[in-house]
């Protein structure tokens, strides 16, 4: 299923791309995030990241291949750190960028308990997703957890792993409910993977006990 995908004709946004690449660099430094990138097969992105705009040209081949050398060249766990500090930032920046779409969904997430504003507030977040970038996400729910299902997923593309690798997706999640709740945090475990042979990436999110 996964191995049909083109995934040089899959996109995130540039914009999505260039938060990658610069938070990255906060990590490593400038001649760090040189190497990685040479690393990678990624050498046309030194000095030159993508321009701050929200079209799809970030191919989910680049993703890939970053988060791939990253793993390689700082283990699973500097992997984990970055791509959880990635995803934040992502997240953050996002707020700033989509201030009209963040103040909808916060409107809509008024009403109800904490629980039933953050299923509220993660099915508009997956539209957002789908519609903006060539990621696929859908959510559902049981009674302790929330389940951000990744249909087609640009942190697995091309790679294989013994372990969950799409920790970028569990620390969007965990910015994501940040904000919802006000400055809290849960515990966002990646648990299906589409590197580990999954047919789709799972990240369940654990709901709070009252
Ligand atoms: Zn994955």
């Known amino acids: ?26 990590i490593v430094g400038e001649k760090g995030m040189a190497a990685l990138l040479n690393m990678a ?11 701050d705009n929200m079209k799809k040209e970030f191919s989910f ?4 291949k970053l988060q791939q050398a990253f793993w390689d060249m700082y283990g699973p766990r500097g992997a984990r750190v970055f791509a959880t500090r990635a995803g934040e930032q992502s997240f ?3 707020l700033k960028s989509f201030g009209s779409i963040a103040k909808a969904a916060q409107a809509s997430m ?10 509220v507030g993660l099915g508009i977040f997956a539209k957002f997703f789908n519609t903006v970038s060539d990621q696929k996400v859908h959510v559902t729910e049981d009674e302790q957890n929330w389940y951000w299902h ?8 091309g ?5 969950p690798v799409c920790h970028l997706a569990a620390g969007v999640l965990q910015a994501a409910y940040a904000w919802a709740s006000g400055g809290q ?4 475990t990646p648990t299906e993977c589409i590197a580990m042979g999954a047919p789709e990436g799972i990240v369940a999110m654990e709901k709070p006990t009252e």
Request: glycine letters at 8%; a positive charge; charged letters at 25%.
């Open 185 to 188: 945090r849960i515990r966002v």
């Open 1 to 26: 299923m996964s191995s049909a995908h083109n995934f040089d004709e899959l996109f995130y946004p540039n914009r999505w791309g260039r938060i990658i690449l610069t938070s990255a660099e906060e």
């Open 110 to 119: 008024k009403i109800g308990s904490l629980e039933k504003r953050m299923s």
């Open 41 to 51: 097969g990624l050498s046309k992105y030194i000095g030159n990241y993508p321009p």
């Open 150 to 157: 990744i249909e087609v997923c640009p942190m697995c593309a």
């Open 92 to 94: 953050n920046d996002g």
């Open 159 to 163: 790679r294989t792993s013994d372990r």
């Open 61 to 64: 081949s680049d993703v890939g």
